[in-house]
Nanobody
């Protein structure tokens, strides 16, 4: 059984930066895709970015390209989301999730709050 634990959220002014972490316990991310999602109040959860563990290939939604960077640390079984030039519209609860190689995001963390003030 794998568990995901996010950390790194907080309150930051517009233009600032935060780095979110998603640590896996119970097993490694090998053969998996790990994604970051976010959900703002009153909105549906949306995909933000993902990384394929084996190749390091990354994907981003257009609104975060050039500002957010997803990366991984094999030794720590941790995925990071570096968020720069934050905007108030980035305010949301951020979740990490993994497909464990199964093709769907079936394992989720508890979420971490990111609040960007204007």
């Amino acid at each position: 059984q794998v568990q995901l634990v996010e950390s790194g959220g907080g309150l930051v002014q517009a233009g600032g930066s935060l780095r979110l972490s998603c640590a896996a316990s119970g097993r490694t991310f090998s053969s998996s895709i790990v994604g970051w999602f976010r959900q703002a109040p009153g909105s549906e959860r949306e995909f933000v970015a993902s990384i394929r563990w084996s190749s390091g290939r990354t994907y981003y939604i257009d609104s975060v390209k050039g500002r957010f960077t997803i990366s991984r640390d094999n030794a720590k079984s941790t995925v990071y989301l570096q968020m720069n030039s934050l905007k108030p519209e980035d305010t949301a609860v951020y979740y990490c999730a993994t497909d464990l190689g199964l093709g769907y995001y079936g394992t989720w963390g508890q979420g971490t709050q990111v609040t960007v003030s204007s």
